[in-house]
Protein backbone atom coordinates (compact mmCIF):
# COMPACT_ATOMS: atom_id res chain seq x y z
CA UNK A 1 0.00 0.00 0.00
CA UNK A 2 1.27 3.39 -0.81
CA UNK A 3 2.20 5.97 1.78
CA UNK A 4 0.41 9.06 1.90
CA UNK A 5 2.74 12.09 0.77
CA UNK A 6 2.76 14.93 3.03
CA UNK A 7 3.59 18.88 1.95
CA UNK A 8 7.20 19.03 3.09
CA UNK A 9 6.53 22.59 4.33
CA UNK A 10 3.56 22.17 6.81
CA UNK A 11 3.31 18.43 6.91
CA UNK A 12 -0.31 18.52 5.74
CA UNK A 13 -1.59 15.33 3.85
CA UNK A 14 -1.20 16.10 -0.07
CA UNK A 15 -4.41 15.90 -2.67
CA UNK A 16 -3.85 13.78 -5.53
CA UNK A 17 -5.67 15.55 -8.28
CA UNK A 18 -3.83 13.27 -11.07
CA UNK A 19 -0.89 15.10 -12.79
CA UNK A 20 -0.07 17.19 -9.28
CA UNK A 21 -0.48 16.80 -6.05
CA UNK A 22 -1.37 19.76 -3.76
CA UNK A 23 -1.75 20.61 -0.29
CA UNK A 24 -5.13 22.22 1.05
CA UNK A 25 -3.20 24.48 4.05
CA UNK A 26 -0.18 26.07 2.31
CA UNK A 27 -1.82 25.77 -1.53
CA UNK A 28 1.56 24.74 -2.83
CA UNK A 29 1.62 22.63 -6.00
CA UNK A 30 3.67 19.25 -6.60
CA UNK A 31 4.02 17.89 -10.42
CA UNK A 32 4.18 14.11 -11.02
CA UNK A 33 6.37 13.68 -13.74
CA UNK A 34 6.65 10.22 -15.26
CA UNK A 35 5.56 8.68 -11.99
CA UNK A 36 8.00 10.64 -9.90
CA UNK A 37 6.34 13.40 -7.31
CA UNK A 38 8.79 16.17 -7.33
CA UNK A 39 8.40 17.93 -3.97
CA UNK A 40 11.81 20.07 -4.36
CA UNK A 41 11.82 24.53 -5.67
CA UNK A 42 15.11 23.99 -7.34
CA UNK A 43 17.07 21.67 -9.12
CA UNK A 44 20.91 20.52 -8.30
CA UNK A 45 22.74 20.38 -11.28
CA UNK A 46 25.58 18.49 -9.60
CA UNK A 47 22.88 15.51 -8.93
CA UNK A 48 21.04 15.76 -11.65
CA UNK A 49 21.49 12.68 -13.79
CA UNK A 50 24.85 12.36 -12.71
CA UNK A 51 24.26 9.02 -10.76
CA UNK A 52 21.62 6.57 -13.16
CA UNK A 53 23.58 3.15 -11.65
CA UNK A 54 21.08 0.53 -11.46
CA UNK A 55 21.38 -2.97 -10.11
CA UNK A 56 19.29 -5.57 -11.96
CA UNK A 57 20.45 -8.90 -10.54
CA UNK A 58 17.78 -10.58 -8.52
CA UNK A 59 18.09 -13.93 -7.01
CA UNK A 60 15.76 -17.00 -8.42
CA UNK A 61 15.05 -17.35 -5.49
CA UNK A 62 15.76 -17.45 -1.39
CA UNK A 63 18.01 -20.27 -1.31
CA UNK A 64 21.52 -19.87 -0.42
CA UNK A 65 22.70 -20.90 -4.02
CA UNK A 66 20.44 -17.88 -5.67
CA UNK A 67 21.30 -15.29 -3.08
CA UNK A 68 24.62 -15.50 -2.59
CA UNK A 69 25.64 -13.01 -4.88
CA UNK A 70 24.12 -10.43 -3.08
CA UNK A 71 26.76 -10.69 -0.65
CA UNK A 72 28.86 -8.96 -3.44
CA UNK A 73 27.13 -6.38 -4.30
CA UNK A 74 28.13 -2.95 -3.19
CA UNK A 75 30.53 -4.25 -0.34
CA UNK A 76 27.18 -6.17 0.81
CA UNK A 77 24.76 -3.75 1.43
CA UNK A 78 22.03 -5.40 -0.38
CA UNK A 79 23.20 -8.53 1.65
CA UNK A 80 22.47 -6.33 4.58
CA UNK A 81 19.37 -4.86 3.98
CA UNK A 82 18.03 -8.61 2.99
CA UNK A 83 19.41 -9.72 6.40
CA UNK A 84 17.91 -7.22 8.70
CA UNK A 85 14.83 -5.76 6.97
CA UNK A 86 11.72 -8.06 7.03
CA UNK A 87 10.14 -9.18 3.45
CA UNK A 88 6.98 -6.81 2.45
CA UNK A 89 8.37 -3.96 5.06
CA UNK A 90 8.25 -0.52 3.98
CA UNK A 91 11.62 0.82 3.20
CA UNK A 92 12.69 4.48 2.50
CA UNK A 93 16.04 5.10 -0.28
CA UNK A 94 17.86 7.80 0.08
CA UNK A 95 19.84 8.67 -3.07
CA UNK A 96 18.14 5.81 -4.56
CA UNK A 97 19.36 6.88 -8.13
CA UNK A 98 17.69 4.35 -10.74
CA UNK A 99 17.38 1.70 -7.81
CA UNK A 100 17.93 -1.72 -6.78
CA UNK A 101 15.76 -4.35 -9.13
CA UNK A 102 15.78 -7.04 -6.00
CA UNK A 103 14.62 -4.24 -3.75
CA UNK A 104 11.58 -3.48 -5.74
CA UNK A 105 10.59 -6.88 -5.46
CA UNK A 106 10.89 -7.34 -2.14
CA UNK A 107 9.71 -4.75 -0.39
CA UNK A 108 7.47 -1.71 -0.29
CA UNK A 109 10.14 0.84 -1.88
CA UNK A 110 10.21 4.27 -1.58
CA UNK A 111 12.92 6.29 -4.08
CA UNK A 112 14.19 9.40 -2.86
CA UNK A 113 16.66 11.21 -4.99
CA UNK A 114 17.33 14.76 -6.03
CA UNK A 115 17.90 13.36 -9.55
CA UNK A 116 14.47 13.50 -11.22
CA UNK A 117 15.73 11.72 -14.71
CA UNK A 118 17.48 9.10 -12.02
CA UNK A 119 14.19 8.54 -10.72
CA UNK A 120 12.34 8.17 -13.47
CA UNK A 121 14.23 4.74 -14.61
CA UNK A 122 13.43 3.04 -11.16
CA UNK A 123 9.71 2.14 -12.44
CA UNK A 124 9.60 -0.64 -10.14
CA UNK A 125 9.55 1.21 -6.81
CA UNK A 126 6.45 1.46 -5.30
CA UNK A 127 6.82 5.07 -4.68
CA UNK A 128 9.16 7.83 -6.04
CA UNK A 129 9.87 11.32 -4.82
CA UNK A 130 12.27 14.11 -5.75
CA UNK A 131 12.93 15.68 -2.55
CA UNK A 132 15.46 17.19 -0.71
CA UNK A 133 16.24 15.38 2.14
CA UNK A 134 17.92 18.04 4.16
CA UNK A 135 14.70 19.95 4.53
CA UNK A 136 12.19 17.73 4.82
CA UNK A 137 11.12 13.76 3.79
CA UNK A 138 7.87 14.19 2.75
CA UNK A 139 6.33 11.08 4.76
CA UNK A 140 3.96 10.63 7.73
CA UNK A 141 5.06 9.77 11.49
CA UNK A 142 6.21 6.46 12.05
CA UNK A 143 5.41 5.03 8.83
CA UNK A 144 8.28 3.05 7.06
CA UNK A 145 10.10 0.42 8.51
CA UNK A 146 13.75 1.09 7.37
CA UNK A 147 15.68 4.01 5.97
CA UNK A 148 18.50 2.64 3.96
CA UNK A 149 21.00 4.56 1.23
CA UNK A 150 24.13 3.32 -0.04
CA UNK A 151 26.75 6.16 -1.16
CA UNK A 152 24.64 9.06 -0.12
CA UNK A 153 25.66 9.69 3.51
CA UNK A 154 29.09 11.09 2.71
CA UNK A 155 27.55 13.77 0.42
CA UNK A 156 26.14 15.57 3.06
CA UNK A 157 27.52 18.61 5.27
CA UNK A 158 28.27 17.55 8.77
CA UNK A 159 26.20 20.35 10.27
CA UNK A 160 23.44 19.05 7.98
CA UNK A 161 23.10 15.47 9.26
CA UNK A 162 21.80 15.77 12.64
CA UNK A 163 19.14 17.42 10.72
CA UNK A 164 18.30 14.60 8.43
CA UNK A 165 18.47 12.03 11.33
CA UNK A 166 15.73 13.92 13.12
CA UNK A 167 13.76 13.36 10.07
CA UNK A 168 14.81 9.72 9.99
CA UNK A 169 13.48 9.42 13.66
CA UNK A 170 10.15 11.31 12.48
CA UNK A 171 9.54 9.02 10.06
CA UNK A 172 10.13 5.44 11.31
CA UNK A 173 8.58 3.09 13.77
CA UNK A 174 9.74 2.45 16.88
CA UNK A 175 12.42 -0.16 16.42
CA UNK A 176 12.76 0.49 12.95
CA UNK A 177 16.47 -0.07 10.99
CA UNK A 178 18.53 2.63 9.46
CA UNK A 179 21.52 0.52 6.66
CA UNK A 180 23.39 3.15 5.43
CA UNK A 181 26.79 2.60 3.64
CA UNK A 182 29.15 5.41 2.92
CA UNK A 183 32.72 6.59 2.32
CA UNK A 184 34.83 7.86 5.35
CA UNK A 185 37.75 10.06 5.81
CA UNK A 186 40.44 7.16 6.36
CA UNK A 187 43.50 6.95 7.95
CA UNK A 188 43.85 3.47 5.77
CA UNK A 189 47.59 3.49 4.94
CA UNK A 190 47.82 3.76 1.42
CA UNK A 191 45.26 6.36 1.12
CA UNK A 192 47.03 8.35 3.98
CA UNK A 193 50.11 8.06 2.17
CA UNK A 194 48.94 9.87 -0.76
CA UNK A 195 46.83 12.26 1.37
CA UNK A 196 50.46 13.71 2.74
CA UNK A 197 52.10 13.45 -0.61
CA UNK A 198 49.62 16.32 -1.94
CA UNK A 199 46.76 16.97 0.24
CA UNK A 200 45.21 19.46 -2.43
CA UNK A 201 44.74 16.94 -5.06
CA UNK A 202 43.44 14.05 -2.08
CA UNK A 203 40.72 17.03 -1.79
CA UNK A 204 40.61 17.51 -5.92
CA UNK A 205 39.95 13.70 -6.46
CA UNK A 206 38.37 12.48 -3.48
CA UNK A 207 36.18 15.04 -1.82
CA UNK A 208 35.63 18.21 -4.67
CA UNK A 209 35.40 15.52 -7.54
CA UNK A 210 32.48 13.16 -6.05
CA UNK A 211 30.73 15.66 -3.83
CA UNK A 212 32.27 14.23 -0.99
CA UNK A 213 31.09 17.38 1.57
CA UNK A 214 30.42 15.32 4.68
CA UNK A 215 33.70 13.42 5.04
CA UNK A 216 33.94 12.25 8.77
CA UNK A 217 35.69 9.49 10.59
CA UNK A 218 33.74 6.30 11.69
CA UNK A 219 34.16 7.38 14.78
CA UNK A 220 32.45 10.71 14.04
CA UNK A 221 29.89 9.32 12.46
CA UNK A 222 28.95 7.18 15.27
CA UNK A 223 28.56 10.04 17.24
CA UNK A 224 25.87 12.03 15.10
CA UNK A 225 23.86 8.47 15.18
CA UNK A 226 23.54 8.11 18.50
CA UNK A 227 23.25 11.70 19.40
CA UNK A 228 20.05 11.81 17.73
CA UNK A 229 17.60 9.25 18.45
CA UNK A 230 19.67 5.88 17.20
CA UNK A 231 21.41 3.00 18.77
CA UNK A 232 24.16 1.60 16.94
CA UNK A 233 23.60 -2.09 16.56
CA UNK A 234 26.30 -2.82 13.62
CA UNK A 235 29.35 -1.16 12.56
CA UNK A 236 31.34 -3.11 9.36
CA UNK A 237 34.53 -1.22 8.54
CA UNK A 238 35.84 -1.83 5.13
CA UNK A 239 38.96 -1.32 2.83
CA UNK A 240 41.15 -1.24 5.45
CA UNK A 241 44.17 -2.85 3.54
CA UNK A 242 45.96 -1.97 0.64
CA UNK A 243 43.27 -4.10 -1.42
CA UNK A 244 41.17 -1.29 -2.79
CA UNK A 245 38.04 -1.40 -4.92
CA UNK A 246 38.46 0.05 -8.48
CA UNK A 247 36.83 3.85 -7.94
CA UNK A 248 40.06 4.27 -5.44
CA UNK A 249 42.64 3.38 -7.78
CA UNK A 250 41.56 5.48 -10.45
CA UNK A 251 42.31 8.29 -8.18
CA UNK A 252 45.53 7.43 -6.72
CA UNK A 253 46.73 6.96 -10.29
CA UNK A 254 46.10 10.61 -10.75
CA UNK A 255 49.67 11.28 -8.56
CA UNK A 256 52.60 11.07 -10.66
CA UNK A 257 54.92 8.47 -8.80
CA UNK A 258 56.82 5.34 -9.08
CA UNK A 259 53.96 3.66 -8.28
CA UNK A 260 51.35 4.77 -10.74
CA UNK A 261 52.18 1.96 -12.97
CA UNK A 262 51.07 -0.69 -10.45
CA UNK A 263 47.98 1.62 -9.33
CA UNK A 264 47.03 1.46 -13.17
CA UNK A 265 47.17 -2.35 -12.92
CA UNK A 266 45.23 -2.91 -9.98
CA UNK A 267 42.56 -0.37 -11.67
CA UNK A 268 42.05 -2.92 -14.78
CA UNK A 269 42.34 -6.01 -12.46
CA UNK A 270 39.17 -4.57 -11.16
CA UNK A 271 37.46 -4.43 -14.21
CA UNK A 272 35.61 -7.40 -16.57
CA UNK A 273 37.09 -10.12 -16.67
CA UNK A 274 38.52 -10.39 -13.26
CA UNK A 275 35.97 -7.53 -11.70
CA UNK A 276 34.05 -10.43 -9.85
CA UNK A 277 36.96 -12.23 -8.44
CA UNK A 278 38.58 -9.17 -7.10
CA UNK A 279 35.40 -8.01 -5.46
CA UNK A 280 35.30 -11.57 -3.72
CA UNK A 281 38.35 -10.86 -2.61
CA UNK A 282 37.99 -7.95 -1.32
CA UNK A 283 34.76 -8.82 0.55
CA UNK A 284 36.97 -11.52 1.81
CA UNK A 285 39.53 -9.75 3.09
CA UNK A 286 36.96 -7.25 4.52
CA UNK A 287 35.31 -10.35 6.40
CA UNK A 288 38.35 -11.69 7.93
CA UNK A 289 40.77 -9.50 8.11
CA UNK A 290 39.45 -6.14 8.58
CA UNK A 291 37.77 -6.35 11.91
CA UNK A 292 40.96 -6.96 13.10
CA UNK A 293 42.66 -3.93 12.07
CA UNK A 294 42.22 -0.94 13.20
CA UNK A 295 38.68 1.40 13.15
CA UNK A 296 40.27 4.38 11.90
CA UNK A 297 41.36 2.53 8.74
CA UNK A 298 38.60 1.98 6.91
CA UNK A 299 37.64 3.87 4.04
CA UNK A 300 33.84 2.70 4.07
CA UNK A 301 31.55 1.94 6.72
CA UNK A 302 28.28 0.09 6.97
CA UNK A 303 26.66 1.16 9.93
CA UNK A 304 23.05 -0.28 11.26
CA UNK A 305 21.32 1.31 13.63
CA UNK A 306 17.36 1.04 15.33
CA UNK A 307 14.87 3.86 16.23
CA UNK A 308 15.31 4.13 20.17
CA UNK A 309 11.69 4.92 21.51
CA UNK A 310 10.88 8.36 22.76
Not at 68 to 92: F, H, M, N, Q
Not at 224 to 233: D, L, M, P
Request: with cysteine; glycine share 6%.
Amino acid sequence: MALQIICPDDLTPLVDSGSELHCGKCGRRFPVLDGVVSTTKTTDEFYEGAYQNQVKYVPRSDSFLHVWPLWLISCGYLWAVRRLVREDATVVEFGAASGVRFFGQRYHMVGCDLSLTSLQRAEFYEQRIQADIAASIPLPDESVDAVISSFFWEHIPAEVKPQILRHCYRILKPGGKLIFLYDVETENPLIRHYKKKNLALYRKLFLEGDGHVGYQTPKENRAIFEGNGFTVAERHGMEKTWLQSTPAYIKLAEYHDAARPLLRMMTRIGEPPFFHLYTALIRMVDSVLCPWLPEDWARIEMTVCERRSS
